[in-house]
């Protein structure tokens, strides 16, 4: 599986981004897409994840009121609209996938639960 993220770019405060993440390969196998974020030295963080079959919806609390998962299963394409951005937002951001389906809903908000990433996008907010 391979994927493609796309969209980051630099926006003032309050402005709105949509970034993309397109899948290839063995996309239609995997579980869930999910996006993720990371400043230098730190851990990569949670933002949202969705099923691909399904559609179920998973945010951190950061971003729920702001930030908007989809996926187009006939295109094997995931997005993040993000609306009213601010500076603490700035960072790298990832998409990645799993394969397997998860049990608990803690674990989708862990990197280490998925197995493929793309290349990350990055998102810089100015106030």
């Known amino acids: 599986v391979q994927l493609q993220a796309s969209g980051g770019g630099s926006v003032q405060a309050g402005g709105y981004l949509r970034l993309s993440c397109a899948a290839s390969?063995?996309?239609?196998?995997?579980?869930?897409v999910g996006w993720f974020h990371q400043a230098p030295g730190k851990e990569r963080e949670f933002v949202a994840a969705i099923t691909w079959r399904a559609g179920r919806k998973y945010y951190a609390d950061s971003v729920k009121d702001r930030f908007t998962i989809a996926r187009d299963n006939t295109k094997s394409t995931a997005s993040l609209q993000m609306d009213n951005l601010e500076g603490e937002d700035t960072d790298v951001y990832y998409c990645a996938t799993r394969k397997e389906q998860l049990y608990s809903m803690t674990k989708y908000y862990s990197a280490d639960e998925y197995d493929y990433w793309g290349q990350g996008t990055r998102v810089t907010v100015s106030s």
């Open positions: 390969g063995r996309a239609s196998v995997t579980y869930v």
